[in-house]
């Protein structure tokens, strides 16, 4: 008997564990066989709960992301742009500067030369350091046209600034307002030095103009003298006769 309940109580436990194993294979089939809409749609849940909760800290909870923050990186972006225009306007007006000075200087040791052989020279010598007056005379106009339209284009990029730099001081952004302004001294300073220069240059040329002329004149006084005496010597000559 008590073999026979062993072998009773071994076959139920058996049945009891294929039972138990065939209703865990039958729920991993079943989860397989879930539907593939509704585990899209649970996926999109989930996206989308999460994406609910990563807008929370944007709106509420970060301090870097209020809205006078943001001001501040808006118009600390609209000083920095403000700041490339005016290296660059400033880089091309103070090059274009230098370059009309250097055209002005190329005229006046043109024309220093030309007053110096004033009344020494033949007239194909004279033609020729003309032509060459008459040349430095066009390039000097050419880049005198170049530094005005630079400059208005400076003009353009120191009023942006200045709106910049005002704008980031209300807007509570210190440290740009201050950089803005700092910056705008400094390509105004860049300027007036090679403005100063090219002035220089300019009331050079005015001199050696004015001192042109007046050799020219003294040359002409001296040559219509000389034509009055070469007809006057025939004369006394007859009336000594």
Known sequence: MAALRRGVFGFRSFRLSSFLLNSSRQKVVSRDRVPFLFRCNYSKLALGVGTGLCAVPFSKKSEDLTHEALIKRAVSLVTNSANTYLSQTTLALVDTLTEYTKALYTLISIQKRYVGLIGKLNPNEEDAIWQLVIRSRV???????DCKRFESNWMNAVNLSERAAEAAYVAGADQASVFARSHLQMSQTQVEEARQLSLKAERMLAEVQAD????????????ESAAGL???IPDAYLRED
Do not use: F, Y
């Open 139 to 145: 390039e000097v106009n050419e880049k005198q046209e």
């Open 230 to 232: 070469e007809e006057e």
């Open 212 to 223: 042109e002329i007046r050799r020219t004149a003294q040359q002409v006084e001296t040559s």
